[in-house]
């Protein structure tokens, strides 16, 4: 990237340079040049000015007015006699010796003369002697020989003696327009006119009549003998009033002066088209504008020679040549300072040559500017040239464009009379714009960042763009030139395109050549951007793109700083590079997705590197600042394979860490932790894995969700993977309590890690499909964590079990019946004694465990696990001591095989005996089948029945007296204080809305309730007694058709029921002996102890299909609602001198039939009755309530099952 210099100048044909060949112009320029410096005008003698009175009335040389007064009216010069006005002397600037001579010569006087000649022979001389190094300067700029030389000198020195006495010149004077002229009459305007005098011959244009820009256009001839005369131009306004006239008496100006402009005569030469701006006479004056005259002049013996600014331009680029040409080619730039800097061209003495030469012939500051800048043109790209070049064009845009109030000339006009040429200046502006241009297109090796004199340059060269633009548009005032600013974008847009291909193209060599590494593999160097094996050549790609912006940084973005709104070289560098980059890097990827022949990792580095790039010299630059970038959508399906990959990664690091930690059985991770090292290592390979995509920092949103989206299934699939091995393994090691601890904190830390990692991820600013993932999986450690803990807490169940039977035993030991009162201290002192004695194996049991459960458990394993001990307690309570678990009891107890008689009803036994009912049995509880002899004594069978209920007793199947009731109840406060550990266990909102304690204080709730109560607590839970789907095995033994009406008075709201049972039909029953059924109705519900409960039809002979048409009433008064209510239907063999033997048995709840008032209906005869475990509770309460007749009633009922049928004996 090394910048090649180019030449220093360009080619001559950028401006065409005539004078450097016309000979003749250069020798006549060469005389001229020497007439200039041998007497030069900077240092003419001055005149000798003293205060004179005049004798007689004299006339100002200067304004040709009166000198007024008696005395002392002026002064006068002592050497040339010439007199004016105080305030005029300093206009007269001819030389007072020349002047002298010339006066001299013409009135003959011949000694003065002779003085005044060896005055000037002896300046001219000490001219010489003092500076002959111009002299020589100029013989070697002309290529004059030293002898040629010499007798030109001779010939310019006569010629200064001789002055202008043989020197005449005929001028043309041609006065075209005016502009902005102050108006002097009363309406605002004037009416002007011109006059123009030359020595003392005055001419005059016509008036224009009320008109601040006149136009005349009036040629006037005049014959001129001294060229120290000058040209004064002045224009008035026309007046003819009194005050006029009066005026004119005194002053010989009866006009207002408008402004004047005077023209030294020896500064012109050939033809000239000039604006003068109009000048003041006296302080007091009112003057502005400015006036164009077109002047020609025709010297003697020099009509044929060219104007003085064609001379002027001949010596000076004559000079600027020569010091070039002795410069070696560069460009010596004089060391100027101060505001008048840039009118200094050259060193001494070239410097004193231009000047001399102006100031003798006339030559304006700005012709000098343009014709130096001219030159300066073809040595533009020399060190230091586009400064001056700069300042140079700026001041000649000032001077044109920056017009004064006083001028109202328009900035094109004004350049329009330019004495250099319009068109000429234009054309040569346009081909230094288009030259600059092109070495702004290619600056980086043009102005090379290494040279700091080259990169001055180059701003200069950006300030010069600007000054040819300012002038376009102020000085030519073109409507719409091309914006520097546009101008040197585009430059700078086209050198960052060509410099990107360069780097693609010579990518190998270039970072070889730069970073002094080693020689690449040719196979590399030939594939280039094309191989889908390596991505070798991307990453030195961007070690050059980023050394190109980091120069264009450093180096040139402080140097092209003009336009700091418009233009700023390190952003434009970034945005150009990385445009054309990303172009190159997404068709590369496109076609390395097709075969993906490097490695993940690899592609991955190449996205980091690219990321790099971007975020430190793409994301704030405009247009990119702001906007989500699309380099992550071309490296997404690479970071998808590395996220497959890594799913295989995780998933073997998974395993090794789970199997090492089995392998030492779990220990802790450290003294202070209580998992295993498992869970570490697990979750250190997943935040390795999300490191890396965190560090992508990807700041494109959609495909930040679909990296986390899949991150997130990674997790889930290794976190799940953990907790199945865990869950496998579990119940090996829950004997080992600490270890089985250890693996549910595992767990548990798993939930904490994934948590944390949530929030890495975004937590709630995550995208909601991966946020579902990672909910749903954490839901899932959490059944997971629920599963250990009942299982851990379940292998404790037969030691909390046998704890709680220690405390069923102490607890049946509790003596002492009646009501317990717990607001008297002395009972309730009695009952907490008590209590805490058969609380002692539970809490014993409580404190060991839990208290190691502490030590070793994490806060929130151990309240799962406190949570499922808790249930398991108070489960246990109620299933072992207050409601021992019973199924159907019908079906628990078999009957002995060497029985002399079949228990009808072995349920029904077990509830008599349980209510402990005296020894003599009811005959309707118990019929014999005989399996031998038909006479089986009924002492046989209390004697079964008292065996059976020796059995039952050792199964604490007794009843709860109150005060055992109060006990454990506050047994139950106790455990459920200890539980909550005064606040570092349980909440105490969950121990009181825990279904288990509701349930077991319900139970124990159930012992102190009312038979009223109770039955209709049954009534209103047991509402599927009867399927009404029949399952195999239990299909209807018949049905029966009934008819029920409901009705209720209206003042008394009693409610009555009339039954009406109208037949049975297809009874399944078989009997050896005479079939008699019969249909027997009980109402079943609170508040009947004194009305009518059982009503029954008349048995029908032989009929298995009988029609009976019976009605029957039952009152049911109006304490309770009839949805307390049922009707217990039963299908019965009568049987005299025996109990009746039961067929099936139907329901029907009277809020079934509450709405309609009545239904008919058949119901579906069952062989028993189907009760959940609250049923059976009530039924078991019921049956010890040995006393109360409706208890006794109600349980007969609800225990009953269908009787074994008669099968004939062969």
């Not at 560098?573 to 097709?594: C, G, I, R, T």
């Not at 490296?635 to 089995?662: C, I, T």
């Not at 798993?750 to 839901?779: H, I, S, Y």
């Not at 058969?838 to 459960?853: C, W």
Request: net charge neutral; proline share 4%; with cysteine.
């Amino acid at each position: 990237m090394a910048a090649t210099k180019r030449a220093n100048g360009v080619p001559s044909a950028l401006v065409a340079r005539q004078s450097l060949n016309d000979e003749e112009l250069k020798m006549h320029v060469y005389k001229k040049t020497l007439q200039a410096l041998i007497y030069p005008i900077s240092s003419t003698t001055p005149h000798n000015f003293v205060v004179w009175t005049a004798t007689s009335p004299t006339y100002c040389f200067e304004c040709e007015g009166l000198l007024w007064g008696l005395a002392r009216q002026g002064v006068r010069c002592t050497e040339c006699g010439v007199k004016t006005h105080e305030k005029c002397k300093d206009l007269l600037n001819a030389d007072c010796l020349q002047r002298a001579a010339e006066k001299s010569s013409k009135h003959g006087t011949d000694d003065k003369t002779n003085n005044i000649i060896m005055a000037m022979k002896d300046r001219m001389k000490i001219r010489e002697h003092n500076k002959p190094e111009i002299f020589d300067l100029i013989m070697n700029v002309f290529s004059v020989d030293k002898k040629s030389h010499g007798g030109h000198m001779k010939a310019v020195k006569q010629s200064v003696l001789d002055g202008t006495s043989k020197w005449s010149a005929k001028l043309a004077i041609t006065v075209i327009c005016a502009q902005g002229l102050i108006g002097k009459d009363k309406t605002g305007t004037s009416d002007p006119y011109v006059t123009v005098q030359v020595g003392k011959t005055k001419k005059r244009t016509k008036t224009v009549p009320q008109d601040l820009n006149p136009v005349w256009n009036e040629k006037f001839y005049f014959e001129c003998h001294n060229s120290s005369d000058r040209i004064k131009v002045r224009v008035w306004d026309e007046d003819d009033d009194l005050k006029a006239k009066l005026r004119s008496k005194f002053t010989r100006e009866s006009d207002d002066f408008l402004g004047q402009t005077i023209i030294e005569v020896r500064t012109l030469s050939g033809e000239m088209d000039v604006w003068y701006n109009l000048e003041k006479r006296t302080d007091k004056s009112a003057v502005s504008g400015a006036i164009r005259m077109h002047i020609s002049v025709e010297i003697k013996g020099e009509e044929k020679v060219a104007p003085y600014h064609v001379q002027y331009t001949c010596l000076h680029e004559n000079l600027f040549h020569y010091l070039c040409e002795q410069a070696t080619g560069q460009v010596k730039l004089p060391d100027a300072k101060g505001d008048e800097a840039w009118k200094v061209y050259f060193e001494e003495p070239s410097e004193d040559i231009v000047d001399e030469f102006a100031m003798r012939y006339g030559i304006e500051s700005i012709y000098q500017a343009m014709t130096h800048f001219s030159c300066l043109s073809t040595k533009y790209m020399c060190p230091g040239v586009p400064a001056v070049m700069s300042t140079l064009l700026a001041n000649i845009n000032a001077f044109y464009a920056h017009t004064t109030a006083t001028t109202a000339v328009s900035a094109s006009d004004r350049f329009a009379a330019s004495n250099f040429g319009k068109e000429k200046f234009v054309k040569l502006l346009d081909q230094l714009h288009n030259s600059l241009r092109i070495d702004l297109s290619v600056y980086r090796n043009t102005f090379p960042a290494s040279d700091a004199a080259r990169l001055q340059d180059l701003k200069s060269t950006v300030d010069l763009l600007t000054s040819i633009t300012f002038f376009r548009m102020k000085v030519q005032e073109l409507s719409s030139p091309p914006r520097a600013s546009t101008v040197v974008k585009d430059c700078v847009k086209a050198c960052m395109k060509s410099t990107y291909q360069f780097l693609f193209d010579n990518c190998y060599e270039l970072y070889q050549r730069e970073f002094q590494t080693d020689h690449e593999n040719p196979q590399d160097i030939a594939e280039g951007p094309n191989s889908t094996k390596s991505l070798e050549f991307w990453h030195k790609l961007i070690a050059l793109v980023v050394s190109v912006i980091e120069e264009d940084r450093t180096s040139y973005t402080s140097v092209l700083n003009q336009f700091p709104q418009e233009l700023n070289v390190g952003q434009m560098s970034a945005s150009m590079q990385w445009s054309l980059f990303s172009q190159d890097m997404k068709y590369a990827l496109e076609e390395h997705e097709k075969e993906r022949l490097c490695k993940s990792s690899e592609y991955m580095n190449l996205h980091f590197k690219v990321k790099w790039l971007y975020n430190k010299y793409v994301a704030e630059v405009p247009p990119y600042k702001g906007e989500v970038p699309e380099y992550p959508l071309w490296f997404e399906p690479f970071v998808m394979q590395w996220l497959n990959e890594n799913d295989e990664v995780s998933m073997e690091y998974l395993h090794g860490a789970y199997e090492r930690d089995k392998k030492d059985v779990f220990q802790k991770a450290s003294e202070h932790a209580l998992f295993s090292c498992s869970v570490t290592d697990v979750f250190t390979q997943l935040n390795q894995c999300f490191d890396v995509i965190k560090k992508l920092e990807c700041p494109h949103p959609e495909v930040v969700k679909r990296y986390m989206k899949r991150f997130s299934k990674t997790i889930q699939k290794v976190l799940l993977a953990y907790a199945e091995l865990v869950r496998r393994d579990f119940e090996k090691y829950t004997p080992k309590h600490n270890v089985a601890c250890i693996m549910m904190n595992n767990i548990q830390q798993l939930r904490v890690q994934l948590e944390k990692m949530f929030e890495a991820m975004g937590g709630d600013k995550l995208d909601p499909e991966a946020a579902n993932v990672l909910t749903q999986l954490q839901q899932k450690l959490n059944s997971v964590l629920d599963d250990l803990s009942s299982i851990f807490a379940t292998s404790l169940n037969v030691q909390i079990r046998q704890s709680i039977q220690e405390l069923g035993s102490l607890l049946g030991k509790v003596s002492g019946g009646g009501q317990v009162s717990l607001s008297q201290p002395s009972q309730r002192n009695t009952i907490q004694q008590e209590s805490d004695a058969i609380l002692r194996p539970l809490m014993d049991f409580l404190d060991g465990s839990l208290t190691m459960f502490a030590q070793v458990c994490e806060k929130t394993v151990l309240k799962r696990l406190l949570k499922e001990l808790w249930r398991i307690v108070m489960h246990t309570l109620e299933k072992t001591v207050v409601l021992p678990p019973l199924t159907d009891p019908r079906q628990i107890f078999p009957i002995p095989s060497n029985a002399q008689a079949k228990i009808e009803d072995v349920s029904r036994v077990l509830l008599n005996h349980v209510s402990q009912m005296p020894g003599k049995m009811s005959n309707s509880l118990l019929q014999q089948v005989s399996t031998g002899p038909a006479s089986q004594p009924f002492a046989d069978i209390s004697k079964k029945l008292a065996d059976i209920s020796k059995d039952m007793e050792g199964k604490n199947l007794t009843n709860m007296s109150p005060k055992q009731c109060a006990v454990l109840d506050m047994a139950l406060d106790t455990i459920k204080q200890y539980f909550h550990a005064g606040g570092n266990g349980l909440k105490k909102t969950f121990l009181d809305k825990s279904p288990e304690l509701q349930s077991l204080r319900y139970a124990l709730s159930l012992y102190t309730q009312t038979t009223d109560s109770l039955i209709k607590t049954f009534v209103q839970t047991q509402t599927a007694q009867v399927n009404d789907k029949p399952v195999p095995g239990e299909e209807p033994v018949g049905e029966a058709s009934i008819q029920v009406d409901l009705f209720t008075h209206p003042g008394t709201g009693e409610h009555k029921v009339t039954v009406k049972v109208v037949a049975a039909n297809d009874i399944k029953w078989q009997t050896n002996s005479m079939f008699r059924p019969f249909i027997e109705v009980n109402l079943i519900g609170p508040h009947l102890s004194n009305k009518k409960r059982k009503q029954s039809t008349k048995s029908k002979s032989n009929n298995w299909s009988p029609t009976f048409n019976e009605s029957f009433q039952f009152i049911l008064g109006n304490e309770s609602e009839p949805d307390c209510y049922e009707l217990h239907i039963c299908a019965k063999d009568y049987c005299f001198a025996r109990e009746d033997r039961l067929i099936g048995v139907a329901l029907l709840q009277l809020r079934d039939i509450v709405e309609k008032g009545s239904c008919a209906l058949w119901l579906p005869l069952a062989k028993c009755i189907h009760l959940d475990e609250t049923g059976w509770t009530v039924l078991r309460i019921l049956s010890q309530r040995s006393n109360d007749e409706v208890a006794k009633e109600f349980v007969k009922l609800k225990s009953e099952c269908r009787h074994p049928e008669e099968v004939e004996t062969r």
